[in-house]
């Protein structure tokens, strides 16, 4: 069944430039998975003769590459701009349903404005009609109805007191929803009527229309979700069903799933899937969609009527219907190997699913993938860098990745999930839990939690029944007992030891314990395990994702291990190497990083070589199948790495893309006798250790910040009384920055080396902290030759992470002898270290004297950032340098730095903490900023404008400033009014700042916290101008001001550098002019 | 207890027993169904056969007479690569408080010892499945003797070709049955028929009466059917020259609706052929285009035999339906008679419910005849 050009032709009539919408930056609730789908739409589009014309503000994804559209806007995805860039471009069609909420939004508001009128913009895909239905509240409950399928009972209110009356009426407890919010911000489960008046009093407000949805709850029925497609010719299947293994309540972006659904007989599994399709079509979706289930764990009976089903008695409600591709339907893709966005790309051009050729059988896209593997999917979440934040999980999302493993059996896919996550856990053990009592463990099991995984597995060693687990989570027994399997093995092995029969061996294996937890529960080495198991014949199998459970063969090489009997993976090239990806997305290792990964691919395939990679992260770009020659959904452990090295006899291991994950497999790997491409093991060494670099700097006399370490909390003040204030102290295993404070007076000090004696057995770091100019390049060496494209400086002083401020490029304030000051150490740490790759190097610029903070011999975080601001392919060059070719060839020779850009550019990072709650969204030397937005312009202050409008500060700030700074800050607060007043700010402060200004004689507005409050609550401040007293502390007035600024979105700057930026950005005319980047 | 899977063409695979002790051999083919396996194993149509689940983990939720398709499983044997074990009473269903609390917690291997089916676990079955879907179907042995491979081999050899038994006569009704109701009488010739075609017959209203695959056309006729449904069931319809005489016979009296099995016994009346597919089609995803409206449907199939579409030339009848994985025919339709027939299951059970849609299209048939 191949596909009919002929008729597609007459469904793409007239249609020749498409306009497709992306969703910006990485937030919580809308993260990689819409690069991965944005891409694929456009090389389906371009595929199909298109010209692509892309915006997106995000610089870290792929598809704001020069290469993937024809133009590509790295602008503010706010209604104006994109207006304005319709005007340029007049495409015929625009694709809003590839870009998440932002983009469906986004569309909705162009409609709204007329602009798709006015210049005649087609709408493909979904129609704005059909997107509504299932949007719009009210819509969806009509046309639900009308469909007699059964929505849970439900009041919509606009007032405290009538959300009271519902929850009263439907019985508690009911689920609070605010009315047009992503990921479900703001909403929550009330158990208590207090509860309900706290969530609805916080949902109302947050809320665009100041509307509630109070819904009776199922909280503990089964989360059941169909990915469904469907084309304009009514044809309509389903990819994949899903199944949360935490029950309704726990948001399934926060749930550990499974696919295919593992405890529905195949009447529930037909039921939910007839109604999937009935939905689909009742709505008029034309694409991909996403429908979820709320299911009767006691079981579902068929329907009498309408009006029985409405009333629940058809044993299942449906929760809600995404009319647009979604992290579901990554995951789907992933899970099936069934290309969801392709299929729907190509619907949107007319086509019908019959058309549409299946990529990896090469058979039709029209049928539904059979799987013959168990998908796990377990969620990372950002808890470890908001120590205040709440870790329970509710129905709004907290997670900011997730990692995906397949297995043959459940035990196994979520052994393999559970070492994809990187947390230092061993199966399903721990060394946390043994810090737990009985009363924090079932807390963590009777309220969804963070650990609840890690929980239900220790309640069992400690004697729990798999019955009182099930009571208390509502988990379906199949899973509970899964892991149980897995809890009496681990008894097993500890009591028998490692060395046991192959049978006995390969059960545990089939089981999902690898070497190193084979050898953890034995005490035993995992050399010895590893010795034993090869000795015995046990190797990983690797089997093949095909979406068709073996029935036709399959073009596609997608493999995942096992421990069984055939192996499917065909010999490989002669000239194959294997690159690691980063995982799943966390705080400091994002997006950025699977970037580079897919250039690296790219790289090594055009270099000639086979480009093999393992990564287990199912939104990217990276774990698509056509992007590699061959794809490992694995695990990244040294020894998942190294089974699948030694399978393909690859010629060695590329680890400098995908951030610190890789680069930590390195040693190991190297020590097992694996080549490391590129810059040597030991290098890498050198760099990570801290004591090494330290001497290696002193060696080549480059100054860095004065540190100490010490063993205890007397010896820390010995050393801050000695050595004087302010310090940065850190305890010594530093994973992106954590666990680091400044402390500038002594109490803090205390409170800092307290907190880290705590969170790490080891010493604890100090620093002297140089409060300077930060300034970071990303550069590419080859031993000899070095090529930095440009220094980017840092506006806020050195104390707030790279990762959190924002940066310009090219560095505007550092003297050009100090510039050639860090070049010149750079060049001399990379002849040092032999750097054959990436060099990534943080300086603060300190009394005119740079001093170097830190080197990472790995792509950074701002490689897309760079590589975009100057149009240097730095990865593809890094990749050649690590395949062994110099940097001359390609015409860099020597030691240089490139001239600057014609434009100026601007990162800024964006923030997620308004979900976290209780969470501290100050800045500091901690990263906390899940994603980032670029800005250029000719001007600095044109850059910054444009960055800042990315990021969702109001292009209009006429509306007024509100400060609240610490005595520290107060001058200079006072002198940054001085500036907001000159440029037409108003300005409001809470009392002793506005003492403060005033004193300057600047007009400022005075008012109490109370009255700071309420103006942010009703969003009657265009920003929030904040610096913490102390460092962080709950309950403080100016914690309590940043947090609600944070939960009503309204820009909050707690350092004065960012604001002082905000000012300089705003003070000047706007520019309307989007520019494309340069090819 | 360690078990032992062999195919005639000297593939031989070992496992642990579950089931019945002793031996089993037949047909070996798999199915891609990812739920329904109980539905699978009650299938008459799988009679005489081994059947490979490709989906690895089966018994996860229980088992329930509900999912039935016919009074005991028929299967004459299953492979599995992991076997839902006994939850040895640890009382979780009843906490979850699941309608099959009970019987969730048996498992695999009891529910099949209990209904006397002998079963194989612990097989890589992807690895069956791609050896079948190359090598074509195969006959097998699965034991839990202790015996060679050489001769296991061998008695999958010894095995008789399913063409060559009257598996129909084992599975079908002894005698007529009727479950009386007001709607139109509909007779049904029971060739292996799945529960769910009789009850798609009456949840619609139908006074359903299901004869003898061997009942005359004379019989059939005494009760003055206004419809009459010739269903699934097992092994090759060439053997079924007689019934298909019977058949045509009626079909100029009152519509026929024919499926599966009894799609192909309609060509075979009609004069057309049938041949032997190299693995079958088994599972619940297969996609059928219908050729009238266009539109597309994921379909439920068992079968191992399709009808020759160049041999329907000059029947009277016209193919209506394709498969969109390999092009044989799926369903269909006399030129001037209200008689169709469809290869796939309109039932469902395992498998989706896009095609329910086709009975009432018989009904209206029946309607408009009367
Ligand atoms: N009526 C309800 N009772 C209990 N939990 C619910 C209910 N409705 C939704 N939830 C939970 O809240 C989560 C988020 O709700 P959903 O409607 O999917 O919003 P979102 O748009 O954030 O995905 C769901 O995944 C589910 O676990
Ligand atoms: N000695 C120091 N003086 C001033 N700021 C520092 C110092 N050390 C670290 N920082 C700040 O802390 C941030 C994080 O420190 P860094 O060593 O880069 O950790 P990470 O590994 O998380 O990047 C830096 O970006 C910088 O702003
Ligand atoms: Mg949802
Ligand atoms: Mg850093």
Redesign the interface.
Do not use: W
């Given at each position: 069944?191949r596909e009919m050009p002929t008729r597609t032709r007459q469904a793409a009539h007239g249609l020749r430039k498409v306009l497709l919408i992306g969703s910006g930056p990485i937030v919580i609730g809308q993260a990689a998975e819409f690069d991965y789908s944005g891409t694929q739409a456009c090389r389906t589009l371009r595929e199909a003769g298109l010209e692509v014309v892309l915006v997106n503000s995000n610089p870290a994804t792929i598809m704001t590459d020069p290469e993937v559209a024809d133009r590509v806007y790295l602008e503010p995805l706010v209604p104006e701009v994109v207006a304005d860039i319709i005007a340029r471009e007049r495409p015929q069609g625009l694709l809003g349903t590839m870009g998440g909420q932002t983009g469906l939004n986004l569309t909705a508001a162009l409609a709204e404005m007329g602009v798709l009128e006015r210049f005649g913009v087609r709408v493909l895909g979904t129609p704005l009609e059909a997107v509504a239905r299932a949007e719009d509240r009210a819509l969806f409950k009509a046309t639900m109805e009308a469909l007699g399928e059964p929505l849970p009972p439900s009041v919509t209110v606009d007032s405290v007191d009538q959300a009271l009356e519902a929850a009263r009426r439907l019985g508690l407890p009911v689920v609070v929803r605010p009315a047009f919010t992503l990921g479900g911000s703001g909403g929550g489960i009330a158990a208590t009527l207090d509860d309900v008046r706290e969530i609805a009093s916080r949902g109302i407000a947050l809320s665009r229309i100041g509307q509630v949805l109070i819904e009776k709850s199922v909280a503990g029925w089964k989360e059941i979700e169909y990915e469904v497609i469907r084309d304009a010719?009514?044809?309509a299947?389903?990819v994949c069903n899903m199944e949360n293994v935490d029950p309704m309540g726990v948001h399934t972006g926060d749930s550990v799933v499974v696919a295919?659904?593992?405890?529905?007989?195949?009447?529930e599994?037909?039921l939910l899937?007839?109604a999937a399709?009935r939905i689909v079509r009742g709505l008029g979706i034309e694409g991909a969609c996403n429908v979820q289930f709320a299911l009767d764990?006691?079981?579902a009976r068929p329907a009498q009527d309408a009006a029985h089903a409405a009333s629940g008695g058809a044993g299942y409600y449906v929760i809600e219907v995404n009319p647009r591709v979604s992290r579901s339907s990554a995951l789907a893709s992933k899970a099936t190997g069934y290309p969801i966005a392709r299929v729907a790309a190509q619907i949107a051009l007319g086509r019908r699913?019959?058309e549409i050729t299946n990529a990896i059988t090469g058979?039709?896209a029209?049928?539904?993938?059979?799987?013959?593997?168990?998908v796990v999917k377990i969620p990372r979440w950002p808890f470890d860098k908001f120590p205040g934040a709440d870790r329970t999980l509710g129905t709004q999302m907290k997670s900011t990745g997730e990692a995906m493993a397949l297995g043959?059996?459940?035990e196994e896919a979520l052994m393999k999930g559970i070492r994809s996550l990187d947390l230092g856990a061993i199966g399903l053990w721990h060394r946390m839990v043994e810090g737990w009592g009985h009363e924090d463990l079932w807390a963590r099991i009777r309220r969804p939690h963070e650990h609840r995984l890690f929980a239900l597995a220790e309640a069992l060693r400690r004697g729990a029944?798999?019955?009182?687990?099930?009571?208390a989570t509502?988990i379906?027994?199949?899973f509970?007992?899964g892991i149980?399997r897995l809890v009496a093995a681990e008894a097993e092995i500890r009591s028998r030891g490692a060395d046991v029969d192959a049978a006995t061996l390969a059960a545990w294996l089939r089981l999902g314990f690898d070497d190193r937890a084979l050898a953890h529960f034995s005490g035993r080495t995992a050399r010895d395990v590893r010795a034993a198991r090869r000795a015995l014949g046990l190797t990983p199998r690797y089997?093949c994702v095909d979406t068709?459970?073996?029935?036709?063969?399959a073009r596609t090489p997608y493999y995942y291990s096992t421990y069984?009997?055939?192996d499917?993976v065909p010999p490989a090239g002669t000239r194959a190497a294997v690159i690691l990806g980063s995982g799943p997305i966390r705080i400091g290792q994002g997006i950025e990083f699977d970037y580079s990964t897919v250039h690296g691919i790219q790289a090594l395939k055009q270099a000639g070589w086979d480009a093999i990679v393992v990564n287990n992260n199912p939104e990217t770009l990276s774990t698509d199948f056509d992007i590699s020659d061959r794809l490992y959904m694995e695990p990244l452990s040294p020894d998942d790495v190294r089974a699948v090295v030694e399978r393909e006899g690859a010629q060695g291991v590329l680890v400098q893309f995908g951030g610190q994950t890789p680069l930590n497999a390195a040693i190991p790997l190297a020590q097992a006798g694996i080549r490391i491409l590129g810059t040597s093991p030991e290098a890498l060494d050198i760099s990570e250790d801290r004591r090494k670099f330290a001497a290696l700097l002193h060696e080549l006399n480059i100054p860095q910040p004065a540190g100490w370490t010490a063993e205890t909390l007397d010896e820390v003040v010995a050393i801050a009384a000695r050595e004087g204030l302010p310090l940065l102290i850190r305890p010594s295993y530093v994973l992106g920055g954590r666990g680091m404070v400044i402390a500038r007076t002594m109490d803090e000090v205390r409170a800092a080396a307290r907190q880290a004696l705590a969170t790490e057995s080891g010493p604890v770091l100090l620093d002297r902290y140089l409060e300077g100019l930060e300034v970071e390049m990303d550069a590419v060496a080859d031993g000899t030759n070095l090529l930095i494209p440009a220094l980017m400086e840092q506006i806020e002083r050195a104390g707030v992470h790279s990762g959190d401020s924002l940066a310009l490029l090219p560095a505007r304030s550092v003297h050009a002898d100090v510039a050639r000051v860090i070049v010149d150490y750079a060049a001399r740490i990379s002849w040092a270290l032999q750097v054959r790759g990436f060099l990534n190097i943080q300086f603060v610029v300190y009394r005119g004297r740079p001093y170097v903070l830190e080197v990472n011999l790995r792509a950074s975080r701002t490689v897309p950032f760079v590589s975009k601001a100057t149009g240097v392919p730095l990865v593809r060059l890094a990749t050649e340098v690590m395949l062994g070719r110099s940097l001359a060839e390609f015409g860099h020779q020597g030691v240089t730095l490139l001239p600057a850009p014609a434009r100026w550019a601007v990162k800024a990072p964006v923030f997620s903490s308004g979900k976290l709650f209780g969470a501290d969204p100050l800045l500091g030397p901690e990263m906390r900023s899940t994603g980032e937005v670029m800005g250029t312009g000719l001007t600095p202050a044109a850059a910054l404008r444009r960055a800042f409008v990315a990021a969702g500060v109001p292009v209009d700030l006429a509306r007024s400033l509100l400060l609240s700074v610490a005595d520290r800050d107060k001058h200079d607060a006072a002198d940054l009014a001085a500036t907001a007043h000159a440029s037409g700010f108003a300005l409001i402060a809470t009392p002793g700042t506005a003492a403060a200004i005033a004193a300057r004689g600047v007009p400022v507005q005075i008012v109490d916290v109370e009255e700071a409050t309420r103006l942010v609550c009703g969003r009657d401040v265009g920003a929030v101008v904040n610096t913490p007293t102390q460092g962080y502390q709950a309950g403080r007035t100016g914690f309590t001001i940043r947090r609600i600024a944070f939960e009503f979105n309204v820009p909050t700057f707690t350092s004065l550098d960012s604001a002082r930026a905000l000012i300089e950005a705003f003070a000047d005319e706007p520019h309307r002019d989007p520019v494309p980047l340069l090819r | 207890m360690r078990a032992l899977l062999a195919l005639e063409d000297g593939l031989v695979l070992a496992g642990e027993s579950i089931g019945a002790v002793g031996s089993t051999g037949g047909e070996v083919v798999f199915t891609t169904s990812l739920t329904g396996y109980q539905e699978v194993l009650s299938d008459p149509s799988y009679r005489g056969q081994i059947v490979v689940m490709a989906y690895p983990l089966i018994g996860n939720y229980g088992f329930n007479d509900a999912w039935l398709e016919s009074h005991r499983p028929q299967a004459a044997g299953l492979v599995v690569r992991w076997a839902a074990p006994a939850a040895g009473g640890d009382g979780a269903d009843r906490e979850a408080g699941g309608p099959d609390a009970a019987r969730a917690s048996a498992g695999l291997d009891a529910y099949l010892r209990a209904s006397g089916v002998v079963g194989i676990s612990g097989i890589d079955t992807r690895r069956l499945v791609r050896h079948l879907r190359t090598a074509g179907t195969r006959r097998g042995v699965i034991t839990t003797d202790d015996e060679s491979p050489g001769d296991l081999v061998a008695r999958a050899r010894a095995l008789p070709d399913l063409g060559e038994i009257d598996l129909v006569a084992q599975v079908s009704t002894a005698d007529v049955v009727r479950w009386l109701a007001p709607g139109p009488r509909v007779a049904v010739l029971d060739c292996g028929a799945k529960q769910g075609i009789v009850q798609c017959l009456r949840a619609r209203g139908c006074d359903v009466v299901l004869f003898p695959h061997d009942t005359p056309a004379a019989a059939i006729r005494a009760i003055e059917p206004e419809g009459l449904v010739v269903t699934n069931g097992p092994g090759d319809p060439a053997r079924l020259g007689a019934l298909a005489a019977e058949v045509r016979g009626l079909w100029e009296e009152m519509p026929v609706m024919g499926i599966c099995l009894g799609h192909q016994v309609l060509a075979l009346a009609a004069g057309g052929r049938t041949f032997k597919l190299p693995f079958g089609h088994r599972g619940s995803n297969h996609p059928v285009r219908d050729e009238t409206t266009g539109r597309v449907a994921i379909t439920t199939q068992n079968h191992g035999y399709a009808v020759d579409e160049a041999s329907l030339a000059g029947t009277g009848f016209e193919v209506t339906h394709y498969n969109l994985h390999d092009g044989t025919v799926e369903g269909m339709r006399h030129r001037r008679l209200p008689v169709f027939s469809v290869q796939y299951h309109p039932e469902g059970r395992p498998g989706p419910q896009d095609s329910a849609h086709l009975f009432d299209r018989f009904l209206d048939m029946v309607r408009d005849h009367a």
């Open positions: 069944m010719a009514d044809n299947i389903v295919p659904s593992q405890t529905l007989s195949d009447y599994y037909h899937r007839t399709l764990p006691t079981g699913l019959d058979g039709t029209c049928f539904e993938p059979a799987l013959d593997y168990v043959r059996t459940f029944t798999v019955a009182e687990l099930t009571a509502r379906d027994p199949f509970v007992r149980a089997k068709c459970a073996g029935e036709f063969p069984e009997d055939e499917e | -």
